[in-house]
C-alpha cells in the first residue's frame, strides 16, 4: 500500500535507468553526427509529452486502468488498439534479453553460454512477474537504496579523461532535422518509449502522483546527457560511434589508484543490470495481465510459464547481432504507436470520461 | 463407587496424588490434590486460620466450604481438572458438598532473570520467564497507562494452554487485530507447543525462509512493539513475546539503540546494514572475481590472491562452500553445547580455521579472512533467527 507515489515514480525511474545507458548511445551516435543534445531534447520533450498526457488522461478517469478505459469503446476497439501493445512488449523483452546478454558475455562472463545468461535473466523476469506489481514496487525501492550509491560514484569518475572541447560546436551551422526520419534515430527512441505504459496498469494500492512522476522524468534528462555526452567528451564522434557500448567503454577508461578494483565497469553494469532485470519483470508482467484480461479462465501461473517459454525460444532463435538490429527496424511503427497514440488516446477518453461525469453533475 | 475410591482409581499411576482428612471447625473434611502443585502443610495451616477466626461456629458445610473455595459438584468429571490446574478439594463427605479452593502452591519457576538470548547494554535487563502471570506483570511495568489489552484463549484440544493477545488499544490497527483474532478464534483446536504451530494457527506459510514474526525475551522490547501498534503474542510455559507483524527494519533496530545519542543509533543501525549486506555479498563476491573475472581487480592483488590459492586444489566455489558448511557447523554446535564443553568447540574451530586448514593447503588464507568477515557480519543482525 503505496499512498504518496514513490513507489510507482522510483519504478518508472528505475525502468528507464536500466535501459538507457547500453543500447541507447550507441543508436544515437549512428543516428547523429553533431549537436546530439538536439536529438536528445527532441525526444525527451516528446517523451515528457506524452508521459504527461497518459497520465492526466489516467487520472481523469481516477483509479482505472488502461485496459478498462479502452473497453468503455467497444470491444472489437480494445482488441485492436492492445493487440499492438502485446507485441511490442514481447519484442521489447525479446531484444533487451538478447542484447543484454550479449552485453554480459561482452563484457565479463566471456565463457558463459549466451543461453545460460539469457535463462537466468528471463527466470529472473519470471519470478518477479509472478510475485506481483506490489512486490515489484517494494523491489525498486530496495534496489534503489542498493545501486544508487555505486552508479552516481562511476558516474561522477568517469568524468576522468574528458575533453570538453569535444562539446564544441555546440550548434553547428550545418546542422539539419533530417537525422529525425532516420531509422536509427527512431530505433534509439526505444529508450523513451515503452517504459511508462506499465503506469496504467498498476493496481489501485500504488498511487501515482503526477508532479512526483514528473520530478522523476526531470531527474532522468541528465542521464539522458550523461550517456550520450559522456563517450562523446571521452572518445569524440568519430570514435565513440564505432563501439557497440560507447558508454561501457568510456567507464573502461577511468583509471583509480586508490580503489582495490582495477575495472569499475562491473559495479556499474552490475547495477544497471539489476534496474533491468526489473525492467523485464515490469515488461513480462505487462504482457501477463493484458493476457490476463483477454482470456481469463487461465491461471495466471500457467500464463506465465508459457509466455516466458515463449519469448525465451523466440530471443534463442534470434541467429545474431545484425539480425536484432533488423528486429529493431521493423517494430519502429509500433514503438510509434506506443510512444505517441496510446498516450493521446488515454488522454482523450480521460477527457471524454471527465467531460461525461461533469455533465452528470450538472444536470443532476 | 464412592468419590473417594473413584478419584483414587484415577489417579492411582500417579505418585504425587494425595489424600488426607483433617479437622476444620467441628467437621472431618478430606482435602484432595496433587503433591507436587500444592504446599500440603502450609495450605493446611492456612486453611486452620481461616477456619480459626470464624465467630460462627454453627456454620453449615456448605457455607464453610463456600467461604473457603468455590463450589463444585462432587463428581470426578468436575474435580479432576481442578485437582490438575493445581488447586486444592475440599470435601466433606456427610453432606457431600465439594470446593475448589487455591492452595499455597508449590514455587515450580525461576525467578525473574537476565536475558539469556539477547544482550542490553543500557536497556533493563529482566527478561521473560515461564509463568505467564509473572510475564504480563513485568510487561504490565513496562507499559504504564491503561490502553494495554490482554485477551486470553485456551488453544489445543489435548493440553491446552493459555494464549495470550496483547496489544494497545489506541495503537493497534484494527484491521490486523480482527484478522488476528479470528485466526486464533478458528485454529483454537490445535495445538500450540513451539512456534510452528502457532504459525499455523496464523496461517503462515511453512516454507519461508523470512520469519514472519519476531520473538524477543525482554520486556523492554515487547512493550516497544506494543507501543508501535504491533501485536504480542505470549504462550504459556513459553519464555519469549511473539511479536507481529514482523518489519524489514526490525533485523536493524533495536529499543536499545535509542539509549544512545541520535548520530550513534543511526551508525549503528547503518552498520547492520552494511553487515547484513557484506554477509551475503562477499563469498558470492569471492569466487566471482577469483575464478571468472580476476581482471578486475587490481594486478597486485590479484597476483597475492593467486599465490595464496597456488597449492589449492579444488576451484574456488568448492573451496568456499567448504569452509561455509565448517563454520556453520561450528555456530550450531557451540549454540548447542552446554556452557562447560563451550569452549573446547571453540577452540578446536579456532585451530582448524586459523592456521590448520591454511597450512595443509586445504584453502588459501584470504578465504578465511573474508569468511571471518562475514561470519562477523551475519552476526551484527538483531534477530539470532534472521542470521
Known sequence: MDKSGYQATILYVVCHMGL???????????????????GIGISYALHTAALYVYLKGLTWTAQKNVVDMFRSTGTFFTWLLLIPVFFYFGIAIIITLRAYSEMLTLVFLSSTPLWAIQLLLIGIAFLMAWQGMASMARTGVLLVILFSFPILFVLCLSFQNVDWYYLLPIIDREQTFHFLIKPDF?????????GFFFLGLLPPSIHISLKKMMLGCLLLLPMFLLSVYLPLLTFGQATAELYEFPMLMTIDTVNITWLL???????????????????LGVTLWILLTLTKRAIPVIPNLYLLIVLTAGLFAISMAIPNWDFL????????????????????????????????????TEVT | MELKESLAAYFKENADYFHVEIRLLQYEVQIIGL???????????????????????????????????????????????????????????????????????????????????????????????EDINTNIGILRKHCSGGSMQVETYKVGKNCPKSLLLIYHENRVAPRLLHSVQAKIKAGRDQEVDHIQQLGNILGVNPWSFVPNFNMTEMPQNAAHSLQQGKIVLMIDRYPFAIILP?????????????????????????????????????PGLYVALVSVNPEVLRLQLALSIANSRQDVPYPAFVETLLLLIVLELILEASVRLPKSVGPTITMVG???????????????????????GTTIASLRLSDFRTR
Open chain 1, 20 to 38: 538507457i545507458f547500453f543500447l541507447y548511445p550507441s543508436d544515437l551516435f549512428t543516428a547523429m553526427d553533431m549537436g546530439h543534445w538536439i
Open chain 1, 186 to 194: 527512431l530505433v534509439s527512441l526505444f529508450v523513451y518509449a515503452g
Open chain 1, 261 to 279: 578494483f582495477d575495472r569499475i565497469t562491473i559495479f556499474f553494469l552490475l547495477s544497471l543490470m539489476a534496474f533491468a532485470m526489473l525492467y
Open chain 1, 325 to 360: 538490429k533488423k528486429l529493431q527496424g521493423w517494430i519502429i511503427p509500433l514503438r510509434m504507436y506506443i510512444f505517441l497514440i496510446v498516450p493521446l488516446i488515454t488522454f482523450i477518453i480521460g477527457w471524454r470520461h471527465k467531460h461525461k461525469a461533469s455533465r452528470t
Open chain 2, 35 to 129: 503433591d507436587s502443585l500444592v504446599d500440603l502443610p502450609q495450605s493446611i495451616a492456612s486453611l486452620q486460620t481461616q477456619t480459626s477466626n470464624l465467630v460462627h461456629a454453627s456454620l453449615q458445610p456448605a457455607a464453610l466450604l463456600k467461604i473457603l473455595g468455590k463450589l463444585i459438584e462432587p463428581k470426578l468429571e468436575a474435580i479432576v481438572p481442578e485437582i490438575i490446574k493445581g488447586n486444592l478439594i475440599l470435601f466433606e463427605p456427610k453432606s457431600g458438598t465439594c470446593s475448589a479452593v487455591l492452595p499455597i502452591s508449590k514455587n515450580v519457576t525461576r525467578s525473574v532473570t537476565s536475558p539469556e538470548t539477547e544482550n542490553t547494554l543500557y536497556g533493563a535487563s529482566s527478561a521473560f520467564q
Open chain 2, 246 to 282: 514482523s518489519l524489514i527494519m526490525d533485523m536493524f533496530c533495536l529499543k536499545d539503540d535509542y539509549n544512545y545519542a541520535l548520530p550513534f543509533m543511526y551508525l549503528i543501525r547503518f552498520l547492520r546494514i552494511v553487515g547484513a549486506l557484506i554477509a551475503t555479498i562477499i
Open chain 2, 350 to 372: 579456532g585451530i582448524i580455521l586459523g592456521q590448520a586448514a591454511v597450512s595443509a593447503k586445504l584453502v588459501s588464507n584470504l578465504l578465511i579472512i573474508v569468511l571471518a
